[in-house]
């Protein structure tokens, strides 16, 4: 990767160092240190390094770039930013930075997807174990966890709105999908101010395919298994603790769960074309 910034990275416009991080929150404390000393932070990773890097500098005029090398790539996809090194870094030169909504559960900010239930259970899985990230990993892991997986009752309060709901998987979504292009909730914006709650919905376990299916080909919310409810702040209480993840990385929560949109929260680096 250096070579690969070193060769496509405009030297007439940029200086730079590299810095490569050690641990969990060593990308997010280096980016909070060189803030101040640095008009652009880029992040090399997925959704879980951008969580890191942009959490550090939400709410600053610090610009994120990112150079998509995470598994998903989901929020980086959605923006459009390319999948290869090479184009990722010649649109560091030439990409306009505009501003996203960024969402905080319980305090901590999300930027592409939050959730509970299955996901961020299949998420505590990897955690634990030694499987390689990826789509082909998660779908074995799901099909290996799915049948003993049970549904929760979530109570809900979007904008003052009470649901009670059993679900699956709920999600909130500020882009539109998970990361390999599989989306949940196809009119998600990134821009509009507002959070996609997506309750998947208990369903038999030979409608998996088709629930799969229906995420690729951006139909999810037109299944019957699938309700999607916007609203900007929402508080979700549960039946016991346990698994959430923020952009795919595994946490630990309480049965009360409070959720926010922070609109305009990070300024990211995408394409001159790029449209919401």
């Keep these: 990767m250096p070579e690969l910034i070193h060769k496509y990275l405009d030297h007439t416009i940029f200086e730079y160092e590299t810095i490569y991080s050690t641990g969990v929150k060593h ?60 184009g990722a870094i010649k649109l560091l030169n030439t990409g306009q930075a505009v501003t996203i909504d960024a969402g905080k559960m319980n305090g901590k900010w999300f930027f592409n997807m939050a959730g509970m239930g299955f996901d961020a259970h299949i998420s505590h899985v990897f955690a634990q174990g030694s499987e390689k990230r990826g789509f082909v990993s998660y779908f074995k892991s799901s099909l290996k966890e799915i049948a003993n997986y049970k549904s929760q009752t979530y109570q809900l309060d979007v904008d003052g709105v009470k649901y009670e709901r059993e679900a699956f998987m709920l999600s909130l979504a500020n882009s539109s ?26 369903f038999p376990l ?25 609203g900007k702040h929402i508080v979700i209480k549960r039946t016991q603790p346990g698994p959430i993840h923020l952009d795919g990385e595994p946490r630990e929560a309480d049965i009360d769960i409070n959720v926010n949109i922070v609109p305009g929260a990070l300024k990211i680096i995408v394409d001159e074309s790029y449209k919401n």
């Design 177 to 202: 999908q998970y990361g390999n292009n599989a989306h949940v909730s196809p009119t998600a914006s990134v821009q509009d101010g507002l959070l996609d709650v997506c309750i998947i919905k208990p």
């Design 27 to 86: 990308a997010r404390d280096v980016a909070r240190e060189r803030a101040a000393d640095y008009d652009i932070i880029v992040a090399v990773g997925g959704d879980g390094t951008i969580n890191e890097v942009a959490s550090a500098i939400a709410g600053t005029d610090t610009v994120l770039g990112v150079i998509p090398y995470g598994s998903g790539n989901g929020l980086s996809r959605f923006l459009g930013i390319p999948m290869n090194a090479e």
């Design 206 to 230: 030979y409608r998996f395919p088709e629930m799969g299916i229906r995420m690729f080909t951006k139909t999810a919310d037109s299944s019957k298994f699938v309700e999607i409810i916007k």
